[in-house]
C-alpha cells in the first residue's frame, strides 16, 4: 500500500506542476487556474460525506485499486490528447470533476485503512511514513516535472503520471481478495454491508453526532474551513503568478519551491515522526499553523529568492508539524467503524469553503497581482488561527 501511494504520489507532483505551468501559457490567467481547482474540489465536497459512509462498509483496498485504475485510464486519455496538439482548458475541467469525485471514496478508504494493517503502538511512525513518503515525490516530483516541460514538454509529465496510477494499482493488487467484489469481510465492525436511505442518513448521523461531541474535533475542523479560504487559495492558484509576475522567474523556481515546501515537510515528519507521543497537541497545532500563515504574508512582501526558498522550507516544516498532530489525533479519538465517516466530514468541513477561496484568489490576482494576494491572505490566516487557541479545549489538548 505504502509503495504504491509513493509512486502514484511522484507522478502527480509531477502533473500538478505540470498542469498549472500548461494552463499558465494556455491562458494567462489567474481565473482559468482557480477554475480548475474549483472543478476539481466541488465534486469532492458534493461526494465526500457519502464515499466515508461507503468506506466503511466496502473492501477499502479494493476501492483503492478500482480507484487507481479509473484515474490511470482518464490521466492517459488527456495525455494523448495533448501528445496530439488537441488538449484543451475545458478537457482539463471534465479530468478535474472525475479526480474529485473519485477522491471523495479514495481518500477516506486510505486514511481509514491505515490503522486497519498497523498497530496501535506504530502508527504515529506509519503516519509519519505515510507523510514523508508525500513530501519526498513532492522533492523529487517538483524538479522532475519542470525538467520534463523544459525539455520533453507536458503530454509527457502528463502520461508519466498515468503510469504512475497503473503501477500504484499493481501494487495493491496482492492485498486484494477476491473472493468478494467490493463487499467488506464479515469480521468488518460494521456488521452488514445492506444499504439503504435511512442506514446511509444514521451513519452520518453517528459521525456527525461523534465530531459534535469532541470540541478539538469542530473547532479545528472549523477553522480549517475559514482559513482555506486565505491560505490554501493563495498557494493553490496564486504561486505560478507570483513566481512569474513577482519574482520574475521561470518553471525552474516554481519547481524549487514546491521542492523546498516538501523537504521542509520531510524533515518535520521525520522529526514528528520519531516521537513515542506529541505532548501539547493542540498548541504545537496551532502556533504551527500561525508561522505558516505568517510566511505566506512574507512572500508577498519580499523579492528576495533565497529567502522566499529558507520560507518554502520552514513552513513545509510548520505543516507537517500540523499534519501529524491532527492525523494521530484522529486515529486515536476515532473508533476505525466510524473512521471513514468521520474523514469524509473533515474533508467536507475543512474544504468547503476552498472553492470560493479559488475563485476569489483567482479573481483578486488578476486585479491587484499575486504579491498583494499572498501578504493579505497570510495576515488574514494568521487571525483565524488564532481565534482556535481562545478554546481551553484546543490550548489544553494534550
Known amino acids: 500500500m505504502w509503495s504504491g501511494q509513493t509512486v502514484s504520489r511522484l507522478g502527480d507532483s509531477i502533473y500538478r506542476l505540470a498542469l498549472a505551468w500548461w494552463v499558465l501559457e494556455k491562458t494567462g490567467s489567474a481565473v482559468a487556474m482557480g ?23 466496502v473492501d477499502r483496498k479494493k476501492l483503492m485499486l478500482f480507484s487507481d485504475l479509473l484515474r490511470g485510464l482518464a490521466v492517459a486519455i488527456i495525455a494523448w490528447f495533448a501528445f496530439a496538439r488537441l488538449l484543451e482548458v475545458w478537457h482539463i475541467y471534465l479530468l478535474s470533476i472525475l479526480f474529485g469525485l473519485v477522491d471523495a471514496f479514495f481518500q477516506p478508504a486510505y486514511s481509514a485503512l491505515v490503522p486497519e494493517v498497523v498497530l496501535p503502538t506504530d502508527r504515529p511512525s506509519a503516519n509519519s511514513l505515510t507523510s514523508m513518503s508525500a513530501q519526498v515525490t513532492g522533492v523529487v516530483g517538483p524538479a522532475v516535472g519542470a525538467a520534463i516541460v523544459a525539455f520533453g514538454g507536458t503530454p509527457l509529465a502528463f502520461a508519466l503520471d498515468a503510469g504512475s496510477f497503473i503501477i500504484s494499482a499493481a501494487c495493491i493488487l496482492p492485498m486484494v481478495q477476491w473472493s468478494y467484489f467490493l463487499i467488506q469481510q464479515p469480521s468488518s465492525s460494521t456488521g452488514s454491508s445492506k444499504l439503504s436511505i435511512k442506514t446511509a442518513w444514521k451513519d452520518i448521523l453517528d459521525g456527525l453526532k461523534f465530531v459534535a461531541g469532541s470540541p478539538f474535533l469542530w473547532i479545528t475542523i472549523s477553522i480549517a474551513s475559514l482559513s482555506n479560504i486565505t491560505l490554501s487559495g493563495p498557494t493553490g492558484v496564486g504561486l505560478p503568478f507570483l513566481v512569474k509576475d513577482h519574482l520574475h522567474a521561470g518553471v525552474g523556481l516554481l ?49 528576495n529568492i533565497l529567502l522566499i526558498e529558507a520560507g518554502a522550507v520552514i513552513m513545509g516544516f510548520c505543516f507537517a508539524g500540523f499534519e501529524q498532530v491532527w492525523v494521530n489525533s484522529l486515529q486515536e479519538l476515532v473508533p476505525n467503524e466510524l473512521l471513514g465517516r468521520v474523514t469524509s466530514l473533515d474533508y467536507l468541513g475543512s474544504y468547503a469553503l476552498l472553492p470560493v477561496g479559488y475563485a476569489i484568489t483567482g479573481w483578486a490576482i488578476d486585479r491587484f497581482g499575486a504579491s498583494q494576494v499572498f501578504f493579505v491572505g497570510g495576515l488574514i490566516g494568521v487571525a483565524i488561527t488564532m481565534l482556535g487557541l481562545l478554546h481551553p479545549a484546543v490550548r489544553h489538548f494534550d
Do not use: C, E, H, Q
Open 35 to 57: 477554475t480548475v481547482l474549483i472543478f476539481s474540489m466541488l465534486p469532492l465536497l458534493l461526494f465526500v460525506l457519502i464515499g466515508g459512509m461507503v468506506v466503511d462498509r
Open 255 to 303: 519547481g524549487a519551491l514546491y521542492s523546498l515546501f516538501s523537504v521542509g515537510s520531510v524533515i518535520g515528519a521525520i522529526y514528528y515522526g520519531s516521537k513515542i507521543r506529541l505532548r501539547r497537541r493542540g498548541l504545537l497545532a496551532y502556533f504551527s499553523w500561525i508561522i505558516g500563515a505568517g510566511l505566506l504574508a512574507f512572500f508577498g512582501l519580499n523579492k
